[in-house]
């Protein structure tokens, strides 16, 4: 029975820790910059777009999230290699403007760091400035 209450007492712990990894968690999600572009669909969930509203138009009861996914997901793995291009060339052109909007997204973050390390340099040479007059200052 000894392994009985060590099993018990070790959920209990257990879930103490599972408290700390919410609060990380949290603060994590706190720290996503919400200026920055979402992540391109791939060729599937540019599929299921087209899909879902075909099968709610079918299936106009239907409720079921987990019906539409796994419908989907059927569909989805029998369809031929041709039939998937037109989803897969429709993920590339989104995943090219993704990228366009990650480099500006990115240019723009590195510019207002620039600002930033531009004040600093300046100051340090407003300091250098001051102390090169004192010392000719002393040599007069």
């Known amino acids: 029975m000894k392994g009985g209450k060590s099993k018990a007492s070790t959920s209990k712990r257990g879930d103490g820790r599972l408290a700390v990894k919410k609060q990380t968690k949290k603060e994590k999600q706190a720290a996503k910059d919400p200026n920055k572009p979402k992540r391109p669909p791939s060729a599937f ?3 299921m777009e087209d899909f879902r509203k075909s099968y709610k138009e079918k299936h106009p009861n239907n409720k079921s999230v987990a019906a539409v996914g796994k419908a989907g997901g059927e569909k989805w793995k029998s369809l031929s290699d041709e039939e998937k291009a037109p989803y897969a060339a429709e993920a590339e052109k ?5 990228e366009h909007k990650m480099e500006a997204y990115n240019r723009k973050l590195a510019g207002e760091d620039d600002d930033e390390s531009d004040k600093s340099k300046s100051e340090v040479n407003d300091e250098d400035d001051d ?3 004192e010392e000719d200052e002393d040599d007069d």
């Open 45 to 47: 969930f540019v599929f």
């Open 94 to 98: 989104r995943k090219e403007e993704y």
């Open 131 to 133: 102390g090169s007059e």
